[in-house]
């Protein structure tokens, strides 16, 4: 991954990338998130072919949208978060406003680009960035106040994947937010929480309206059980 930063970084992107502009309401303002233009010509057949990857990382979901106006208006001085699969960056900003120390992790080295490159335009800073595969969890990933994700929970591999990291990465006194617009696999996430020492404390539901189409999300709060 290239070790470029800030304004390099933007170039970089830029140049290797038809890019798009898509602002997005926050607490504490608007920010203007730069996006690959086109997500199908992102597709690899190689990465296809060694794991079904697909670049989802490059789009802004509506759930990513919701956690990101969460968490910003949490109050972070001084915490620590997680982020699982941060794409362009948009929860990981919204969380940087709110004071917490950023790790944003992804599997996608061009998610984690755009992610440092969207923080410096929008905040003049970058989040710590890691690549993390969930089969594979680094034995250095730490523990974390805030664990958080939106959307990650759309195929049936990932329900015991993603509970795992997060009783690997979730400090005792943590809460872990997952974003979910309803995949029904997250109903086996919440069957396979016991079995790794957590529990959902409580669901919040939140009504998205904005285009291209309204949505329920479900802000899905997870601690460690006692």
């Known amino acids: 991954m ?5 304004k390099p970084l933007v170039r970089d992107l830029e140049r290797r990338f038809v890019v798009a502009h898509t602002t997005v309401d926050l607490p504490g303002g608007t920010v203007d998130m730069m996006h690959p233009e086109n997500t199908d010509a992102l597709i690899s057949e190689d990465d296809m072919v060694r794991d079904d990857r697909l ?3 490059a789009d802004i979901w509506p759930s990513s949208r919701v956690l990101a106006r969460a968490v910003a208006a949490e109050k972070g001085t001084g915490r620590t978060m997680l982020e699982l699969g941060s794409g362009l960056g948009l929860a990981a900003i919204g969380a940087m406003r709110a004071g917490y120390d950023v790790l944003a992790s992804d599997y996608y080295d061009d998610a984690l680009l755009f992610t440092a490159a969207n923080a410096w335009r929008m905040l003049g800073r970058e989040p710590r ?7 594979d969890l680094p034995t250095d990933l730490g523990t974390y106040d805030r664990v958080v994700a939106a959307d990650v929970i759309y195929e049936d591999r990932y329900p015991p994947l993603v509970a795992n990291v997060i009783a690997r990465a979730l400090s005792w ?4 937010t997952i974003a979910d617009p309803g995949r ?3 109903e086996q996430f919440f069957e396979l929480l016991p079995t790794v020492g957590l529990r959902l404390r409580d669901t919040v539901t ?3 309206d904005e285009e291209p189409a309204g949505q329920t999300i479900r ?7 006692p």
């Not at 290239?2 to 800030?6: A, D, R």
């Not at 802000?219 to 059980?225: C, E, G, T």
């Open 129 to 135: 960035t890691r690549m993390v595969d969930w089969r």
């Open 173 to 176: 006194n943590g809460v872990a």
């Open 206 to 208: 939140v009504a998205y």
């Open 55 to 57: 670049p989802y990382w």
């Open 219 to 225: 802000l899905h709060h997870v601690v460690q059980m």
């Open 184 to 186: 029904p696999m997250m």
């Open 2 to 6: 290239t070790e470029l930063h800030g």
